[in-house]
């Protein structure tokens, strides 16, 4: 199976700040990689597919970048509605390993 | 629109079976996959597993043993079936539909969940 290594655990920041979370994969996933928001009470909801395409009304401030095995979530200038969790997810084959999350809390 | 919903019961009792129903809308179950994933409370995701549009079933290794995915396509449902059922099963129960695109899978659409509780 591949395991996916998500750091940082959680994370503090402030609005307007930007922040950036690492998800390292066991091998390569060929740029399979996607990334989820989830709000407490809430389903995870899909940002990023292909480590890079930005789902449809999903704001510019969120952009994915990486290859291999090594990928990465930036938020830029940090607006309250997305202090959340995030989790990354290999997409190249099951099972379908997500990373651990981080906790993106306010400053 | 694509919708999906999570029925099932909120207690079981340790040793019991776990059933739970997806009831999708807005779209066809030959045309598309359908996956299960938990959550604990406080915890991560794991996905369980997938019914694909063809009716195949791939499953996580570590729950395999246990867990039974299938679909009545006619009344646009897929069933979770888990046997033996711990208190670590305790979790939110979500299904998604799996989306395909150049060689990736991911989860476009999700249900609101079912928390499940294991407890006597």
């Known amino acids: 199976d591949i395991q996916m290594t998500q750091s940082p655990t959680s994370l503090a920041a402030s609005v307007g700040e930007s922040v950036t979370i690492t998800c390292l994969a066991s091998e390569d996933i060929y740029g399979s990689l996607v990334w989820y928001q989830q709000k407490p009470g809430k389903s995870p909801q899909l940002l990023i597919y292909g480590a890079t395409i930005l789902e449809d009304g999903i704001p510019s401030r969120f952009s994915g970048s990486g290859s291999d095995t090594q990928y990465s979530l930036k938020i830029n200038s940090l607006q309250p509605e997305d202090f959340a969790s995030y989790y990354c997810q290999n997409g190249l084959s099951t099972p379908f390993t997500f990373g651990s999350g981080t906790k993106l809390e306010i400053k | 629109q694509v919708q999906l919903k999570e029925s099932g019961p909120g207690l079981v009792q340790p040793s019991q079976t776990l059933s739970l129903t997806c009831t999708v809308s807005g779209l066809s179950l030959t045309s598309n996959s359908v996956s299960w994933i938990r959550q604990p409370p406080g915890k991560g995701l794991e996905w369980m597993g997938v019914i694909w549009s063809n009716g195949g079933t791939d499953y996580n290794s570590a729950i395999k043993s246990r867990l039974s995915i299938s679909r009545d396509t006619s009344k646009s449902q897929v069933f979770l079936k888990m046997n033996s059922l711990q208190t670590e099963d305790t979790a939110m129960y979500f299904c998604?539909?799996?989306?395909?695109?150049?060689?990736?899978?991911?989860?476009?659409?999700w249900g609101q969940g079912v928390m499940v509780t294991v407890s006597s």
């Open positions: 998604a539909r799996n989306r395909y695109y150049s060689a990736l899978y991911y989860f476009d659409y």
